[in-house]
Nanobody, 127 residues
Framework: VQLQASGGGLVQAGGSLRLSCGASGSTFSRYHMGWFRQAPGKEREFVAA????????YSGNSVKGRFTISRDNAKNTVYLQMNSLKPEDTAVYYC?????????????????????WGHGTLVTVSS
């Protein structure tokens, strides 16, 4: 599956952005989906994940209550709504797809659980 993230940009602290990640080349609804981010000089960090059906979501501690992941299987797209943005949210954001062959509930936060990655989209939050 090919993934293409979009929606990044420059926003002031306290503002909002919505990232989108479109999928093609395979049946999107087969895959659990995740968002990760990586800031300069830092390791890749789990942001949010959603199971194939959309019936369960997970969020990283640093974004709980501010970011919301959702998906539209009819549009082959996963979204990340980001509210109350902070300068420390500045990073390149990546979407990723995980094939349903493991116990995803135990690994959703781990990059190694994901089989496909899109090119990132840069989010910059100014203070």
């Amino acid at each position: 599956v090919q993934l293409q993230a979009s929606g990044g940009g420059l926003v002031q602290a306290g503002g909002s952005l919505r990232l989108s990640c479109g999928a093609s080349g395979s049946t999107f609804s087969r895959y659990h989906m995740g968002w990760f981010r990586q800031a300069p000089g830092k390791e890749r960090e789990f942001v949010a994940a959603i199971i194939r059906s959309g019936g369960r979501t997970y969020s990283g501690n640093s974004v709980k209550g501010r970011f919301t992941i959702s998906r539209d299987n009819a549009k082959n797209t996963v979204y990340l709504q980001m509210n109350s943005l902070k300068p420390e949210d500045t990073a390149v954001y990546y979407c990723a797809a995980a094939a349903p062959r493991i116990d995803y509930s135990g690994y959703y936060y781990d990059p190694v659980a994901y089989d496909y990655w899109g090119h990132g989209t840069l989010v910059t939050v100014s203070s």
